[in-house]
């Protein structure tokens, strides 16, 4: 998860400081919802020596903290993991200071007099950085003169700034997080009394359409079934491949909880198969709103209800989706709402595409529909 972490590095006094004040409330209002890091090589302590956590975490406690009814910090031995804070206060993006040595992307502060820090110099360590900043405008120029890449900026012009870097972020995300497409296909429904994944709303067996349709999307490297049907599996199910779902009953929650099980570092598109009219228009509109940083890129409708099995869930929505597990929370309409996500309203022209089919006389009125369409 290091590349969903920016550092913003440099010598002391470069501005590292100065430009994070500027550039968090620049992403807040971009809708990021940003956390921070520090890195320091020295030791350090949160709390003033002698004072009683301080004490207790030298008399040798694993861990030392202390809270208020709106605030609470830490101390804990051990390799520092970003995600951890994530699970405590959900974020979109990390941004740390200092971490020469980060492996993820960086943002390099240059120094007035002391030009570009030596440990950057190499190619391999410059292709991880993004940019650049100069205290003054002038100084910006002279480098971009100099070195052709990376690019350098004003560190005051924060809106070019994010302009270039966020995009370029967004494509690192993409290429480390490739996206795979799942049709969830449930077992027998019991109003329905088959399989609903096979289930003919005019388009041919409704598992089937929704896997051919993913297939058509060049930004979809793969698509697979993910359940467990209790039936026997059709002759064209036996050519894909199927993900079983290793959390039962559970819902479509157990459905993600097993694809990031087995797939942990892939982002996936999921379908379900209640969606009798869905057709590639929805699919297109979701995959030009997909956001890497955010936890799952969804449809939401006019009431505020997450289309939860039309969406894009990016691998930090594993790390939530087994903290909801430990807390015994199976909604994904309660989970999402308390996650940083993408949502998309769905447009007056694609509303009739998330008409869901649970009864046999919704499956006519979906086969009515479909007809129609065409």
């Given at each position: 998860?290091?590349?969903?972490?920016?550092?913003?590095?440099?010598?002391?006094?470069?501005?590292?400081?100065?430009?994070?004040?500027?550039?968090?409330?620049?992403?807040?209002?971009?809708?990021?919802?940003?956390?921070?890091?520090?890195?320091?090589?020295?030791?350090?302590?949160?709390?003033?020596?002698?004072?009683d956590t301080a004490r207790q975490f030298n008399a040798g406690a694993a861990f030392s903290s202390i809270y208020s009814d709106t605030h609470w910090s830490a101390e804990v031995q051990g390799i520092f993991d970003p995600?951890?804070?994530?699970?405590?206060?959900?974020?979109?993006?990390?941004?740390?200071?200092?971490?020469?040595?980060?492996?993820?992307?960086?943002?390099?502060?240059?120094?007035?007099?002391?030009?570009?820090?030596?440990?950057?110099?190499?190619?391999?360590?410059?292709?991880?950085?993004?940019?650049?900043?100069?205290?003054?405008?002038?100084?910006?120029?002279?480098?971009?003169?100099?070195?052709?890449?990376?690019?350098?900026?004003?560190?005051?012009?924060?809106?070019?700034?994010?302009?270039?870097?966020?995009?370029?972020?967004?494509?690192?995300?993409?290429?480390?997080?490739?996206?795979?497409?799942?049709?969830?296909?449930?077992?027998?429904?019991?109003?329905?009394?088959?399989?609903?994944?096979?289930?003919?709303?005019?388009?041919?067996?409704?598992?089937?359409?929704?896997?051919?349709?993913?297939?058509?999307?060049?930004?979809?490297?793969?698509?697979?079934?993910?359940?467990?049907?209790?039936?026997?599996?059709?002759?064209?199910?036996?050519?894909?491949?199927?993900?079983?779902?290793?959390?039962?009953?559970?819902?479509?929650?157990?459905?993600?909880?097993?694809?990031?099980?087995?797939?942990?570092?892939?982002?996936?598109?999921?379908?379900?198969?209640?969606?009798?009219?869905?057709?590639?228009?929805?699919?297109?509109?979701?995959?030009?709103?997909?956001?890497?940083?955010?936890?799952?890129?969804?449809?939401?409708?006019?009431?505020?209800?997450?289309?939860?099995?039309?969406?894009?869930?990016?691998?930090?929505?594993?790390?939530?989706?087994?903290?909801?597990?430990?807390?015994?929370?199976?909604?994904?309409?309660?989970?999402?709402?308390?996650?940083?996500?993408?949502?998309?309203?769905?447009?007056?022209?694609?509303?009739?595409?998330?008409?869901?089919?649970?009864?046999?006389?919704?499956?006519?009125?979906?086969?009515?529909?479909?007809?129609?369409?065409?």
């Amino acid at each position: 998860m290091y590349r969903r972490t920016l550092a913003i590095v440099g010598y002391s006094n470069s501005g590292k400081t100065t430009f994070l004040e500027q550039f968090i409330p620049y992403l807040k209002q971009q809708g990021y919802r940003p956390g921070f890091i520090k890195h320091t090589s020295h030791s350090h302590s949160f709390d003033t020596p002698g004072k009683d956590t301080a004490r207790q975490f030298n008399a040798g406690a694993a861990f030392s903290s202390i809270y208020s009814d709106t605030h609470w910090s830490a101390e804990v031995q051990g390799i520092f993991d970003p995600d951890l804070l994530r699970l405590h206060t959900p974020v979109d993006i990390v941004l740390q200071e200092g971490g020469k040595f980060h492996e993820g992307p960086q943002i390099v502060c240059l120094h007035p007099t002391e030009g570009f820090p030596q440990w950057d110099a190499s190619p391999r360590r410059k292709s991880k950085v993004l940019a650049c900043l100069a205290p003054t405008p002038e100084l910006a120029r002279q480098f971009n003169t100099e070195f052709p890449a990376p690019r350098a900026f004003c560190r005051d012009d924060i809106e070019a700034i994010a302009a270039h870097v966020l995009p370029q972020w967004d494509r690192l995300l993409r290429s480390a997080h490739p996206l795979k497409g799942a049709v969830l296909i449930g077992g027998q429904s019991q109003r329905m009394k088959k399989d609903k994944a096979w289930l003919d709303y005019g388009k041919g067996p409704h598992a089937l359409y929704l896997y051919e349709m993913l297939r058509d999307f060049s930004e979809i490297i793969q698509v697979c079934y993910s359940g467990e049907p209790r039936r026997a599996i059709p002759e064209s199910l036996k050519a894909a491949s199927v993900l079983p779902d290793r959390f039962l009953k559970m819902g479509p929650m157990g459905a993600l909880l097993s694809l990031f099980t087995i797939e942990p570092d892939v982002a996936w598109l999921v379908t379900g198969c209640d969606l009798a009219c869905l057709e590639e228009s929805a699919i297109k509109t979701l995959l030009q709103h997909r956001d890497p940083f955010k936890a799952a890129t969804v449809f939401v409708d006019e009431q505020g209800r997450y289309e939860s099995v039309c969406a894009i869930y990016e691998p930090l929505m594993g790390l939530f989706l087994k903290r909801a597990l430990f807390q015994q929370e199976y909604s994904l309409q309660k989970i999402l709402a308390q996650l940083p996500i993408r949502q998309v309203p769905i447009p007056d022209d694609l509303r009739d595409q998330f008409f869901n089919a649970n009864t046999p006389r919704d499956l006519e009125e979906a086969k009515k529909r479909n007809q129609e369409s065409l």
